[in-house]
């Protein structure tokens, strides 16, 4: 069974600082989600890697997958306030299926 | 392009009641996924269509049902609603090769 594990859950940092977030799955994966959710609203689709080594960035974030490590990160470089939200990781479970596993969540906090 | 559109955005329903909620694809997309979000549960898989079909389903009752009609919409249905049943729901929208999930503004749904 496709387990997805975030770390950490919860992330308070300085503006200006990077960080990464950690997501590890279980199991065999082809393809890797990374989503952002402001309180009370829907999810915002960020990324999607579909093979090893795939580097994405957009802005100040960047995303990456290890499919050997079971790994993807997504690295926030010289964070501003307004990247301020929960991120998401989530993974196919089913090659070619919409049947996501997702991880727990980073509340990400960025202090002025 | 129309994003994913999800109605009703918010509903309050009594304990025991049914409830449908309906999910309007992006144009072109043939398959539609079904999530619940709770605080303690987290995002969980509900269920996918595919053409028509369920393809996928998670761990859910079998109050919990779906259908999708010929134009990709897609509807969800929970009978005899339970307190535990409020949470956020949200569908996603993919295209035909799965390397796509994009999602609605969700249905909130709250049972007293």
């Known amino acids: 069974e496709l387990k997805v594990e975030q770390n950490p859950l919860f992330l308070s940092m300085q503006e200006g600082k990077n960080y990464t977030i950690y997501c590890n799955y279980s199991?065999?994966?082809?393809?890797l989600y990374w989503y952002r959710q402001d309180p009370g609203k829907s999810l915002e689709s960020l990324f999607v890697l579909l093979s090893n080594g795939a580097v994405k960035q957009e802005g100040r974030l960047m995303a990456s997958l290890d499919t050997k490590a079971r790994l993807s990160t997504l690295h926030i470089t010289a964070a501003v306030h307004d990247l301020s939200a929960t991120y998401f990781c989530?993974?196919?479970?089913?090659?070619?299926?919409?049947?996501?596993?997702f991880g727990q969540g980073t509340r990400l906090t960025i202090n002025p | 392009k129309a994003g994913v559109t999800q109605t009703p955005r918010y509903l309050i329903k009594t304990r025991g009641q049914q409830v449908t909620l309906s999910c309007s694809p992006i144009?072109?997309?043939?398959?539609v996924s079904w999530y619940q979000q709770t605080p303690g549960q987290g995002l969980q898989f509900l269920f996918e269509?595919?053409?028509?079909?369920?393809?996928n389903k998670g761990n859910f009752p079998g109050r919990f049902s779906g259908r999708q009609f010929s134009n990709s919409r897609s509807e969800m249905n929970v009978s005899t609603l339970e307190l535990g049943d409020s949470a956020l729901y949200l569908c996603a929208s993919g295209g035909t090769r799965g390397d796509q999930a994009f999602f609605g503004q969700g249905t909130r749904l709250t049972v007293v």
């Open positions: 144009s072109g997309h043939r398959s």
């Open positions: 989530a993974a196919g479970q089913i090659q070619g299926a919409q049947k996501l596993v």
């Open positions: 269509y595919f053409s028509e079909t369920q393809r």
């Open positions: 199991t065999t994966s082809d393809r």
